[in-house]
């Protein structure tokens, strides 16, 4: 196998080191090979092979740290199981990280001596990155949303054409003929941060609007594809520009579309980043209309959802950031039967989708054969609606849904929400829009 140039075993060497903290360092030591977080991996649920284990996984990596920090491994690598990098492991490395980890944190949860996995996988992808074995696809997209920023005058008209284009279905939706999608307010109390696309601005405009918030939309989408390359420098770029957004427009909060990297990305890493406190407050949308309907600021009726719905716990919303039971006040308000998977909350399988998998076409086969154990759950229920909190998630779900012949539809959270409203604002006929 062709070894590594001087340079580039150098600069692995520093990539590595660099993220070397406590957390990650018990996480690459501690494991006691007992496989119980085998079981609790819906890759090897799917496909029970040692090779989906999430401690095999890690313990490849540790074969890595071994023969570049450990003292033994440097000198007697056969004693200690180290492996020096050649090309050909670091590509294997590199693709077993962004191809059979969705960072999802399940089997973290399980693990009796709290090994964190996905900690070691995004040190793996780090250093796939810094090496030039990252997914194009992926570079592509974080590297498209800093440009965003960087030519935003020859987007802006663009982008304002379409919003302007969107609030005709708002005034439809509402009845209220003045409603509009207000961007760059400064002053406004909430920036809210969509994803692109109609299917995550519409919703929410009605609903700010029902609500009678003071808002802006923002001009840059939510999704942060430098988190998936666990490259900070990307991921900081690219937060930063809603950073720099909600200073300049003076907001008293940004609140993040139901999605569940960007929401877990500014409101638990970013300060991070940064060194310090952001001087606004960030939550998720689904925060604020858990809020909305349990302080009776909007009005729902859940006869307008009579379908069986179950829940999908979006990993990052749900088991890595607490966003557990917001999700269920909603849907016990809008849904007249709804159903949970089990398990559920924090114990949720993963769809499968994220982590960037839904993005990388070349392992679509592997996302889902990876999505089964989610397919026989959602089966279980009986369900004929599936909703999701998180776009990545959705689109994976909807995949699985056909591959495994579920028959299932898939609906954004907001969707049920802004089905079941009962206008109040302006007297009408209940909300029927299509936000799909």
Known sequence: MARLDANKATLVKDTLGKLIDRKLLASLEVCVRCGICAESCHYYLADPRPEHAPFYRSEQVRRLYRSLFDPIGRHLPWWVGAQRPTE???????????????????????????????????????????????????????????????????????????????????????????????????????????????????????????????????????????????????????????????????????????????????????????????????????????????????????????????????????????????????????????REMTPNREHNYCCGGGGGLVATPEWTDLRLKAGGPKAQQVRATGAQVVAASCDNCRIQLGDISEHYALGTRVVGLMELVVKALVPQRAKGHPLEADVA
């Open 88 to 338: 050909e492991s670091l590509a294997q490395l590199a693709e077993m990280a962004f191809s059979t980890c969705t960072l999802c944190r399940r089997c973290t949860l399980n693990c009796p001596s709290g090994c964190d996995t996905a900690q070691i996988m995004r040190a793996m992808r780090t250093v796939a990155v810094a090496a030039g074995l990252a997914p194009e696809m992926l570079v592509q997209l974080a590297d498209a949303s800093i440009a965003r920023e960087e030519h935003l005058e020859d987007f802006k008209e663009i982008y304002l054409e379409q919003v302007r284009a969107l609030e005709e279905e708002v005034r439809e939706a509402t009845g209220d003929p003045q409603a509009h999608i207000p961007v760059d307010v400064e002053g406004a109390d909430i920036l809210y941060v969509a994803l692109s696309g109609a299917h995550t601005i519409l919703p929410a405009a009605i609903l700010f609007h029902e609500a009678g918030s003071n808002w802006t939309l923002s001009m840059f989408e939510a999704s942060n594809y430098g988190v998936f390359l666990a490259d900070t420098a990307r991921a900081k770029r690219i937060t930063e520009r809603i950073v720099r957004e909600a200073e300049r427009l003076r907001v008293r909060e940004v609140v993040v579309t139901d999605c569940g990297h960007a929401y877990t990305t500014l409101r638990w890493e970013a300060p991070n980043w940064f060194g310090k406190p952001f001087p606004f407050q960030v939550r998720s949308l689904i925060e604020l209309v858990a809020g909305w309907i349990s302080d009776g600021i909007i009005t729902v009726d859940p006869t307008h959802n009579p379908e069986p719905v179950t829940y999908h716990d979006s990993c990052n919303l749900g088991r890595n950031s607490g966003l557990i039971e917001e999700p269920r006040t909603i849907l016990r308000a809008v849904c007249q039967d709804f």
